[in-house]
């Protein structure tokens, strides 16, 4: 069986960092497992999988991080097997049951798994509904105060959730990663096009200075618990490569805005979320972990 070492050396024989496999390694399959929300199921990347991209539905992307990275790794060679659970909307609560037709995703874990990529948190803390009041209310103030004093709650959640997949997949090395800044903490960008979402009356100076306190706040807690429970955690938050792509900060935003909710395209759940390039470069984030650790 595979110890944490092997497993972070698995990876990166793949593609990701080093040029010749293990013997060892190479006899072996590599069990991968992903769970979480619409982060990792890549809400909003496009090309989803299964009948997954209906109302309601879980969003799984073929686009998403976890899918690019099994996805290299099968080309580097090295045999895989991925179980791909996430589902938009899902919280540390909801992992353990049934949830919207489907099985507890913390079911899809064994024994023998290797890796376990997981995205979770802003269920916790209703980060979608604090969106909504941004956009159509305002969010400053008082409700971010709200939004800040969830996060220690969602801490203790995670702690419990990340002992819960200890306990069933005890050799498993967890991969947590962020969500990042969705939207510019200043002004737009001058003489680029925007995204509608950066219009006037939509996000306030204000709420884009309290949206990116939540923001950060959410990255620290979720860094913090990652770090108590021997995690590795990868966030897109304050990196050179999310650098200038937040919504409204440049022509290239990595986030999905109103564009989503044009005819033919995801809706309301795909908004402020991870578009294809995002959800690549985050994979790439988590590629350069492996290779640099």
């Not at 899918?67 to 290299?72: A, D, K, N, Y």
């Not at 884009?208 to 955690?233: E, M, S």
């Not at 578009?275 to 640099?292: S, V």
Request: aromatic share 6%.
């Amino acid at each position: 069986m595979f110890s944490k070492t092997a497993v972070v050396i698995a990876v990166a024989v793949a593609g990701l960092g080093v040029n010749t496999a293990s013997a060892d390694t190479a006899r072996h399959t590599l069990n991968i497992v992903a769970l979480g929300d619409s982060y990792g199921s890549g809400t909003g990347a496009g090309d989803y999988l299964d009948g997954t991209g209906v109302a309601n539905g879980c969003w799984r992307s073929a686009n998403s991080y976890s899918e690019t990275l099994v996805g290299r790794l099968r080309d580097a060679g090295p045999p895989v097997s991925f179980t791909n659970v996430t589902c938009s909307g899902a919280s540390t609560a909801t992992l353990r049951q049934e949830f919207k037709g489907e099985p507890p995703q913390l079911d899809a874990l064994q024994p023998d798994t290797h890796v376990v990529f997981l995205s979770i948190g802003t269920g916790d803390i209703d980060f979608a509904g604090y969106g909504a009041q941004c956009v159509l209310a305002d969010c400053s103030g008082a409700p971010t105060q709200d939004e800040l004093a969830k996060l220690p709650d969602m801490g203790q959640n995670l702690a419990t959730l990340l002992a819960d997949i200890k306990a069933r997949s005890p050799h498993a090395h967890v991969v947590l990663t962020g969500y990042g800044s969705q939207l510019t903490d200043g002004p737009n960008a001058p003489d680029v096009p925007l995204d509608p979402i950066c219009g006037d009356g939509i996000f306030t100076a204000q709420e884009r200075i309290d949206g990116n306190q939540v923001a950060g706040a959410l990255d620290q807690t979720l860094r913090k618990t990652a770090r108590q429970a021997r995690a590795t955690f990868v966030s897109p938050y304050g990196t050179p490569e999310f650098a200038g792509h937040s919504l409204c900060q440049a022509d290239a935003p990595y986030y999905r805005g109103f564009d989503a909710l044009a005819p033919g395209q995801e809706g309301l759940e795909a908004v402020l979320h991870l578009n294809a390039t995002g959800q690549r470069t985050l994979a790439d984030l988590i590629q350069q972990k492996f290779h640099l650790g």
